[in-house]
T-cell receptor
Framework: GENVEQHPSTLSVQEGDSAVIKCTYS??????FPWYKQELGKRPQLIID?????GEKKDQRIAVTLNKTAKHFSLHITETQPEDSAVYFC???????????FGTGTSLTVIP | NAGVTQTPKFQVLKTGQSMTLQCAQD?????MSWYRQDPGMGLRLIHY???????DQGEVPNGYNVSRSTTEDFPLRLLSAAPSQTSVYFC?????????????FGEGSRLTVL
């Protein structure tokens, strides 16, 4: 099965700085890569996703890049704000969407 | 719309007891799934369903049963609870529409097995 690794496990940044979270995957059949944000005590919520036919996708301060050859993808958050503090999970799935494999999460703290 | 609704939110069981976690969605989603979330281990898929009458195993299915008799409901059953099943459980649904897409999660159910 798929194996998704996520780094770092914790990340602290100053408000206004950028944050980068990286994930690798093992199964070349995976072609859908979402990122979820989970605030303390809340449910995970999708913040951005990318499919294998695209190398980069942006949504305001958030961007995701994908390198299919190297089997890794990254989440970039610019101009971080305290409300960005949360746990972020990457995931990988095949096109059928039947099984999602999640990384172990990154706890991001934005220091005001 | 209520989205994905899970009950109960909290439950304490003794080893060997059985229980059912309920999950219902009102978005007419074909796909429903159950995950467990443990510290440092992310979200791991227990079972999933791509439609009424169809279920399949995920990464960690042992000790859990599911059924899908309707599009809306996808209950998770623990037949004989063990302390290793202490976790936070999330139900999630998605509209497959021929391709992987956003998972909509319930609020979670925190289960403690003593």
């Amino acid at each position: 099965g798929e194996n998704v690794e996520q780094h770092p496990s914790t990340l602290s940044v100053q408000e206004g700085d950028s944050a980068v979270i990286k994930c690798t995957y093992s199964d070349s059949a995976s072609n859908y890569f979402p990122w979820y944000k989970q605030e303390l005590g809340k449910r995970p919520q999708l913040i951005i996703d990318i499919r294998s036919n695209v190398g980069e996708k942006k949504d305001q301060r958030i961007a995701v890049t994908l390198n299919k050859t190297a089997k890794h993808f990254s989440l970039h958050i610019t101009e971080t704000q305290p409300e960005d503090s949360a746990v972020y999970f990457c995931a990988a799935s095949s096109n059928t969407g039947n099984q999602f494999y999640f990384g172990t999460g990154t706890s991001l703290t934005v220091i005001p | 719309n209520a989205g994905v609704t899970q009950t109960p939110k909290f439950q304490v069981l003794k080893t060997g007891q059985s229980m059912t976690l309920q999950c219902a969605q009102d978005m007419n989603h074909e796909y429903m799934s159950w995950y467990r979330q443990d510290p440092g281990m992310g979200l791991r898929l227990i079972h999933y369903s791509v439609g009424a009458g169809i279920t399949d195993q995920g990464e960690v299915p042992n000790g859990y049963n599911v059924s899908r008799s309707t599009t809306e409901d996808f209950p998770l059953r623990l037949l004989s609870a063990a302390p290793s099943q202490t976790s936070v459980y999330f139900c999630a649904s998605s509209s497959l529409a021929g391709a992987a897409g956003e998972l909509f999660f319930g609020e979670g159910s925190r289960l403690t097995v003593l």
